[in-house]
């Protein structure tokens, strides 16, 4: 296909993985593999060069295939639509959740806009691209909704007959990971859920592509990529994206053969992966995975309130975390928790209980599960509850939806409006680099652990010092969140006395944060100083650029 270079667009999503994008990274692999020239392109948030990234290659016809999402589309969408004005690209595609949940919506907004792929894309792109390339009409290519070239209108969605597994494709391309420091790297062993979370989009693209089954990669194909990477990239530490790794019974063998591939290699490889609370993982199937490799997981316990529990369509026992967290210690396992701690139907005493909640596991450094609220997927059981209760207006399209409902009880509106303000720009970069310091300490200690016990046990006075002051910082917090939860609907005098004690409260965060930057400086100089200089590199950066 020599006369168009395909260009696959997307920002990084999470800070706290490689910036690389594992589905970007398929279909560019998969594309490649049926003779496109495929260019997978990072745009950066402050990025100076993104357009460059796209206007590059001579005497090709650039067509574009981008992966907006719902933090990062406000930023790809004008430089899109300005790009493909100036006719530095001949056609503009959206694929991924965001883009397939919102399809319908964004078409209707954007006359620019040339279809969007639904689903997974790989198959539908092949064929879109195909089409495009021998000049024929794309209206009927089936997993997509297109714009016709005349007139503007938009076909109607055609759901594809056939996809393909994960054991067809090819690994994926990773141009990115190339260059990032970092000796981590995310892959996907699987797709799909069986969860039905009122607030997930996965149930509903399952509803719309008519694939709600679980494809799963063959385990050896799995540990194939990995010892790939590892020789190859020099990567270590590996990030599995599967909404959920182990998911019941049905899983176990699957599971204890990936385990067995694994151990056969003999590297040092570790990983992450996510696992739900209920039902729990079998102590046997842990025991594998921890001697695998395993050495933390995120685990989604969402709010401890009956109520929210409902919201959320989840079935979680309230000692769940509890108890799985004894069954992972036995194994130095960490936890990184999912939890949402305003949602539309919580009252203050919620928001409270929550936050007491999180300190008592050792969780409240998690500032951005306080700020993070829950976001609304168009159709989702969430949505039509909102609509039912009218929390939300009927005609909102898919750049107001996500956070556009109200809350049922308004003071808890101003108290998310208070502390998001508090924390995003009065105390920003502070907030984020105190929760970064936190969870990555969390991290080093594990791998400490599984890299040499001699040298953990060593580090156990400089452990100690960081934990003491992270626990003196998030009592600091509780108390002055308690406190902003109480005046949220008090009168101006309190609000007022309210103001003096925020300034205080920022005074002193300030400087308890500089007393644990320190302490983390000394503890990252103490593992490198005892050798563990690769231990250091595991980590995550949580920086934007790679």
């Known amino acids: 296909m020599a006369d168009i270079e395909i260009k696959l667009v997307f920002y990084r999503t999470l800070f706290s993985q490689s910036a690389a994008s594992v589905t970007m990274g398929s279909l560019a692999a998969f594309l490649e593999q049926h003779n496109f020239c495929v260019s997978l392109c990072l745009w950066e948030r402050d990025g100076l060069h993104n357009a460059e990234k796209i206007t590059t290659g001579r005497n090709k016809i650039n067509i574009v295939i981008a992966k907006p999402n719902f933090k990062d589309f406000k930023l790809m969408i004008p430089l899109l639509a300005e790009l493909k004005k100036q006719k530095a690209t001949a056609k503009v595609f959206f694929c991924g959740p965001f883009a397939s949940i919102n399809a319908n919506s964004i078409m209707a907004d954007l006359p620019w806009l040339d279809g969007i792929i639904i689903g997974q894309p790989e198959e539908t792109a092949l064929e879109l691209l195909s089409l495009i390339s021998q000049k024929k009409p794309i209206k009927k290519c089936a997993g997509g ?107 176990n063998e699957r599971i204890l053969e990936f385990c067995r591939e694994l151990k056969k290699l ?123 209760d009218g929390l939300i207006a009927s005609e909102l399209s898919y750049d107001k939806l996500t956070y556009g409902y109200k809350y049922k009880y308004p003071a808890v509106g101003r108290f998310v409006a208070e502390i998001k303000k508090l ?94 930057q320190v302490h983390y400086a000394v503890l990252c100089r103490e593992i490198k100083n005892q050798g563990g200089e690769r231990v250091v590199n595991c980590l995550y950066h949580g920086l934007e650029r790679v």
């Open 145 to 251: 909704i297109w714009r016709k070239a005349t007139g503007g209108r938009v076909s109607s969605y055609q759901l594809r007959s056939h996809r393909l597994k994960l054991n067809e494709l090819p690994f994926p391309r990773r141009d990115v990971e190339k260059t990032e420091r970092g000796l981590y790297v995310n892959l996907e062993a699987s797709r799909g859920c069986v969860g039905q979370c009122s607030f997930c989009h996965i149930p509903l693209i399952s509803n719309l592509t008519g694939c709600s089954a679980i494809d799963y990669r063959q385990p050896k194909l799995v540990v194939k990529e990995m010892a790939r990477l590892y020789k190859t990239l020099g990567k270590e530490l590996f990030i599995f994206n599967d909404s959920c790794f182990w998911r019941n019974d049905g899983d």
């Open 423 to 516: 924390f995003l720009m009065e105390l920003n970069p502070e907030a984020y680099e105190f929760e970064y310091y936190c969870t990555t300490g969390d991290i080093l200690r594990v791998l400490c652990r599984r890299w040499d016990h001699r040298v953990y046990h060593q580090l156990d006075d400089v452990f100690s010092q960081f934990y003491k002051q992270r626990d003196k910082i998030m009592d600091l917090l509780l108390d002055f969140l308690l406190q902003l939860s109480r005046t949220a609907a008090l009168d101006k005098n309190k609000k007022l006395f309210m103001q003096k004690r925020r300034q205080k409260f920022i005074t002193d965060f300030r400087r308890e944060f500089l007393v644990l």
């Open 266 to 388: 003999k590297l040092p490889l570790k990983f992450y992966i996510y696992l739900k609370c209920y039902p729990r993982l079998p102590d046997k199937i842990l025991a594998a995975l921890s001697e695998a490799g395993l050495v933390r997981v995120f685990l989604g316990i969402e709010n401890i309130s009956n109520k929210s529990q409902k919201v959320f369509n989840k079935k979680i026992p309230l000692t769940a975390y509890e108890e799985i967290k004894k069954q992972f210690d036995r194994y130095g396992i960490n936890i990184h928790i999912g939890y949402i701690v305003a949602e539309p139907y919580s009252s203050l005493d919620d928001i409270n209980n929550n936050l007491k909640y999180l300190r008592k596991i050792g969780k409240l450094f998690r500032l951005g599960v306080i700020l993070e609220t829950v976001r609304v997927v168009p159709q989702s059981g969430l949505h039509r509850q909102l609509l039912k």
